[in-house]
């Protein structure tokens, strides 16, 4: 199996899908800016402290990735962050960390890898993380900086997918409504759970389009609402 790229590992949902690619065979190369306490130690799996929103660290981390790794074939960024606030009451630097984590810390990795991606014959996948508030203004009035800084992941795949067009380089947006995580439970402990998405089940959407069938597929934003 090939090599994956995936930053956010040691987050809630990153933490799920690190186990479930491993678990499928490939080897990962992971990036959190904490610490990797809670991801499993294992011989296919490198996890490396780093600050995706810093430019110069962010491109580093991918061309080495890049260069040490000639079977890395997709990249799954999971990063990202929430924020309250509606739009008049944002400010320019609350909008501005919206777009750092939400954004950039894609965008950084993006960069080099689709130069990558696009020189070779096998191409390349990315997963990218969306949010419904991304897709609807209506559902993000009430968080106007995450949703705006979600929307930009939108037109980042659009624009991947416009380079990528017959070269084999794919971007799929994953976009998770509720997601059931422990931090979700604890903020909103009177809510019905079993109406939210379990990682779990995002971590098989990933997979498949991580699959040969899955490269099939075009221009995906994979809904994974439930009931939520
Ligand atoms: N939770 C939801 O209900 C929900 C719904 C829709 C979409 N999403 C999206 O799904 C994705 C994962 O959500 P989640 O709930 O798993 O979030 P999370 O638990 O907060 O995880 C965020 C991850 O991003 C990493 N990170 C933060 N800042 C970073 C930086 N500057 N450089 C490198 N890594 C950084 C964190 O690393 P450390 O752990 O080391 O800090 C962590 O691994 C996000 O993009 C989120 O917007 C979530």
């Given amino acids: 199996m090939s090599t994956i ?10 933490q ?9 065979g490939y080897s990962l190369l992971a ?7 809670e991801l499993p130690a294992h011989d296919r799996l490198k996890f490396h ?11 580093s981390f991918a061309e080495k990735a890049i260069r040490q790794r000639k079977d890395l074939d997709a990249a799954v960024l999971l990063v990202g962050g929430f924020a309250m606030g509606k739009l008049a009451d944002t400010s ?3 909008l501005e960390k919206m777009i750092g984590l939400n954004f950039y810390t894609a965008y950084h990795l993006v960069r080099p890898l689709l130069k990558h991606f696009l020189s070779r014959p096998e191409g390349g996948q990315f997963i990218l993380v969306g949010s419904r508030p991304g897709l609807d203004a209506a559902s993000g009035k009430d968080f106007f900086a995450y949703s705006l800084s979600k929307a930009m992941i939108f037109k980042l795949a659009e624009f991947i997918n416009v380079e990528g067009k017959k070269k084999n380089v794919t971007a799929t947006v994953i976009v ?9 439970r604890e903020a909103m402990p009177d809510a019905d759970f079993s109406s ?14 991580l699959t040969p069938a899955g490269k099939m597929l075009r221009e995906n934003i994979l809904k994974v609402y439930n009931r939520a």
Avoid: C, Y
């Fill in 92 to 94: 320019k630097a609350e």
């Fill in 16 to 24: 799920v899908v690190t186990r479930h690619l491993l678990d499928t």
């Fill in 49 to 59: 402290q780093v600050d995706l929103m810093d430019e110069e660290r962010a491109v």
């Fill in 31 to 37: 990036a959190g800016v904490g610490s990797a306490d």
């Fill in 196 to 209: 939210w998405v379990p990682p779990e089940r995002i971590a098989g959407v990933i997979s498949f389009a």
């Fill in 176 to 184: 998770p409504s509720t997601i059931d995580t422990p931090a979700n």
């Fill in 5 to 14: 790229l995936i930053s956010g590992a040691n987050g809630n949902l990153g």
